[in-house]
């Protein structure tokens, strides 16, 4: 067993707003066991920040504007000295052995990030994430939301991370770049995954790093503008030519489904902006695809076998997919799967309700 002097981790918080449990989150992160820890918070405009205690292992970094989630992590991970960095949101509570198991898994060969098992605070043997499915289309959502703890399984890879809290060594986030700043948030984690999975590592969940996430699923209009803006970079830019031109029809379908799901819920606008984003920006988005595409290691057959075949996100997020779609998207999928890399076949999220 590693001693403490030799699991150097650097802890990143982004603190943003009213962040109430921001303080209750830096303690638990300041009781961690078995690593030598610095704590590097964010401060994107947070109210709660001369509530944190004074600890020498604090480190606060005020970039003058709100970078957004994924600004503020490369910021973060940017200042620290840590063998391994761990990103954890600012309403998340870490065990105290959590920081030591996502260390001692990140620091395997071929690893490339690790997150932990995520629980409710409020329900504490409820799971919030398993990690994140990841389906064909780049939707994601939280992995085995709701369900008991006891079903969380064993050490495994797995398609996504959960961005409430997962770790990396340093010089493999520096490698990928950590996260694009243009992201600003969400689906952010989509893209360093299969960043990960395309450059060589594995992406892996750990259950012995637990914590537990005062999670409330906002509604926020800017969260759909930039949930479906990020989506559709990350369509144009992750997957391979061949295989996005065969899914090509079913990215149609499920973008004219998404895009009646936004004039149903009263989000169409922010729908059309990310579309707007997409044409304004396309040639700095061709250009990001170039350079993913140009570094990759590995093709697209390391993540396919781990993608989802179905949309199937807990009825908490709001986006229930007829079981009809859902049967022809996993089909189609399949023949995708059988043409395009012949002997592979979906793991994960086959359920069609």
């Not at 052995?97 to 605070?121: K, S």
């Not at 409020?122 to 389906?135: A, E, F, K, R, Y």
């Not at 243009?182 to 952010?188: H, L, Q």
């Amino acid at each position: 067993m590693l001693n403490n002097s030799t699991r150097r981790v650097t802890a990143v918080v982004v603190a943003f707003g009213t962040d109430e449990y921001l303080p209750r989150a830096i303690n638990a992160l300041l009781l961690s066991t078995g690593v030598e820890l610095e704590v590097i918070v964010v401060d994107n405009g947070s109210h709660t920040i001369s509530q944190l205690p004074s600890d020498s292992r604090i480190t606060i970094l005020n970039p003058g504007h709100n970078t957004g989630f994924a600004g503020g992590c490369n910021l973060g991970a940017s200042c620290g000295i840590g063998e391994v960095l761990v990103f954890v949101n600012s309403d998340a509570l870490v065990h105290p052995t959590a920081l030591t198991h996502l260390y001692d898994r990140a620091i395997l060969p071929q690893v490339g990030l690790v997150c932990g098992l995520v629980l409710l605070a409020d329900q504490l043997d409820i799971i919030n994430s398993c990690g994140n499915p990841i389906h064909f289309s780049l939707l994601s959502w939280a992995g085995q939301y709701g369900e008991p703890k006891v079903n969380s399984g064993d050490a495994a890879p797995i398609a996504g991370i959960s961005g409430a809290l997962f770790g990396a060594r340093r010089h493999i986030w520096e490698e990928l770049g950590g996260f694009d700043d243009t992201y600003f948030a969400y689906n952010e984690d989509v893209d360093l995954s299969l960043r990960t999975w395309i450059a060589g590592y594995s992406v892996w969940f750990d259950p012995s790093a637990i914590a537990h996430h005062y999670y409330e699923f906002a509604r926020h209009p800017t969260k759909f503008y930039l949930l479906e803006r990020n989506r559709l970079v990350n369509l144009l830019t992750l997957y391979e030519s061949s295989t996005l031109l065969l899914l090509l029809p079913a990215l149609i379908l499920i973008e004219v489904g998404i895009t009646f799901e936004a004039i149903r819920s009263g989000w169409i606008q922010h729908k059309i902006q990310g579309w707007a984003y997409i044409i304004n920006n396309l040639r700095v988005i061709l250009h990001r695809r170039r350079i993913i595409q140009r570094n990759r290691r590995l093709g697209d057959r390391i993540f396919a076998q781990m993608m989802a075949s179905t949309i199937s996100p807990p009825d908490k997020f709001g986006l229930h997919v007829p079981p009809l779609l859902n049967h022809l998207l996993r089909d189609y999928w399949l023949t995708v799967l059988r043409i395009r890399f012949r002997d592979l076949n979906p793991t994960s999220n086959e359920r069609v309700d």
